[in-house]
């Protein structure tokens, strides 16, 4: 079963920057794309960035480009995910998962908080 564990979120005042991590277990971790979500506060899941499994190609949702860059060490199992310049509306819960995924369907690790605030 995978296991997906988020860390390196914390307090950042708007225009820092942050790196959050997700190690992952349990897969063939190098043949599988993966993303990033958030969720704030009193709102749904969001989707924010995927990776292909090559580092090929990446996706972002609107809101992040140009900010935000997806990337992963496939001989380490891990995925980051880099936010730059960063704003109060980014204050959410951030987690890992696979693409096309929602609360249902999927398995989640606990998350890490980015709170963005002055």
């Known amino acids: 079963q995978v296991q997906l564990v988020e860390s390196g979120g914390g307090l950042v005042q708007p225009g820092g920057s942050l790196r959050v991590s997700c190690a992952v277990s349990?897969?063939?971790?190098?043949?599988?794309?993966m993303a990033w979500y958030r969720q704030a506060p009193g709102k749904g899941l969001e989707w924010v960035s995927s990776?292909?499994?090559?580092?090929?190609?990446?996706w972002y949702v609107d809101s992040v480009k140009g900010r935000f860059t997806i990337s992963r060490d496939n001989a380490k199992r891990m995925v980051y995910l880099q936010m730059n310049n960063l704003e109060p509306e980014d204050t959410a819960v951030y987690y890992c998962?696979?693409?096309?995924?929602?609360?249902?369907?999927?398995?989640w690790g606990q998350g890490t908080q980015v709170t963005v605030s002055a």
């Open positions: 349990g897969i063939w971790f190098s043949i599988k794309a």
């Open positions: 998962n696979f693409p096309g995924r929602s609360w249902d369907n999927a398995n």
């Open positions: 990776i292909s499994a090559d580092s090929g190609t990446t």
